[in-house]
C-alpha cells in the first residue's frame, strides 16, 4: 500500500485479555518502530527494529509487552493479560533512511481496556 | 536520557505568525525534529535539524541551537488548518530514533 497501514484501528478487550495489533510498514522500509501514545500526550518510544532484528526495546514497559517482525516486513505487537493502563493509541512508523529523520506513521491501533 | 519541554497550549490569529519553542537535554545530540499531528490521525514529518540555523520550508521554518539545547519551529501566514499538536522530538545516543516530547496543541482563531 501506499502508506503505513494498522490493524485493528479500534480493539475493546476486558482486562486480562491478550491483543495483538499488526502493522504493515511501506514496502522497502527497513526501519519500523512501535509508540504508544496517551490522550494529551506525545508518543513514548516502545520498540524499534531493522529488518527483522530488534534492536531495541528498551521503551517496552513490562514483560507482558511483546513485539516481532519475523520476516522483515510486518510487525505484531503483542499485550498479555491487558490492564487499564494499557489504554492508549499504539502508533508503528517506518522509515527507508534514518538519515532523512523522517518517520511516516501509521493512523494507529487504538486499545481501550475495560 | 532525554528531557524535552515544549509549552503545553498556545493561540494565535489567522493570518499571523508563531513560534513554538522547545528546550531539550541529550547525551550523544543526534538531531532534533518537529511533527504536526491533526487530533485523531498520524504525526506527521515537518523538519529534521542537526546542524546549528534556520531551516526554511514554505510556511515552516525550524531552528536548532546546540549549545543551548534550544529549537523552534515558526509557522507563518496562519491558516485554520494549522490547528494542530506540534511534537519536538530528539535523537541522541548514538541513535535515531525520536524521543517526543507532550506536544503543543496550537488553535488558530479567525
Known amino acids: 500500500g501506499a502508506g503505513v497501514s494498522q490493524s485493528p484501528r479500534y480493539k475493546v478487550a476486558k482486562r486480562g485479555q491478550d491483543v495483538a495489533l499488526r502493522c504493515d510498514p511501506i514496502?522497502?522500509?527497513?526501519?519500523l518502530f512501535w509508540y504508544q501514545q496517551a490522550l494529551g500526550q506525545g508518543p513514548e518510544f516502545l520498540t524499534y527494529f531493522q529488518n527483522e532484528a530488534q534492536l531495541d526495546k528498551s521503551g517496552l514497559p513490562s514483560d507482558r509487552f511483546f513485539a516481532e517482525r519475523p520476516e522483515g516486513s510486518v510487525s505484531t505487537l503483542k499485550i498479555q493479560r491487558t490492564q487499564q493502563e494499557d489504554s492508549a493509541v499504539y502508533l508503528c512508523a517506518s522509515s527507508l533512511d534514518l538519515n532523512t529523520g523522517e518517520l511516516f506513521f501509521g493512523e494507529g491501533s487504538r486499545l481501550t481496556v475495560l | 536520557g532525554q528531557n524535552i519541554d515544549q509549552p503545553t497550549e498556545m493561540t494565535a490569529t489567522e493570518g499571523a505568525i508563531v513560534q513554538i519553542n522547545c528546550t531539550y537535554q541529550?547525551?550523544?545530540?543526534?538531531?532534533l525534529f518537529w511533527y504536526q499531528q491533526h487530533a485523531g490521525e498520524a504525526p506527521t514529518f515537518l523538519s529534521y535539524n542537526v546542524l546549528d540555523g534556520l531551516e526554511e520550508k514554505g510556511r515552516f521554518s525550524s531552528f536548532l541551537s546546540r549549545s543551548k539545547g534550544y529549537s523552534y519551529l515558526l509557522l507563518k501566514e496562519l491558516q485554520m488548518k494549522d490547528s494542530a499538536s506540534y511534537l519536538c522530538a530528539a535523537a541522541s545516543g548514538g541513535s535515531y530514533i525520536p524521543t517526543f516530547g507532550r506536544g503543543t496543541s496550537l488553535i488558530v482563531h479567525p
Open positions: 541529550t547525551s550523544g545530540f543526534n538531531g
Open positions: 514496502s522497502g522500509h527497513v526501519s
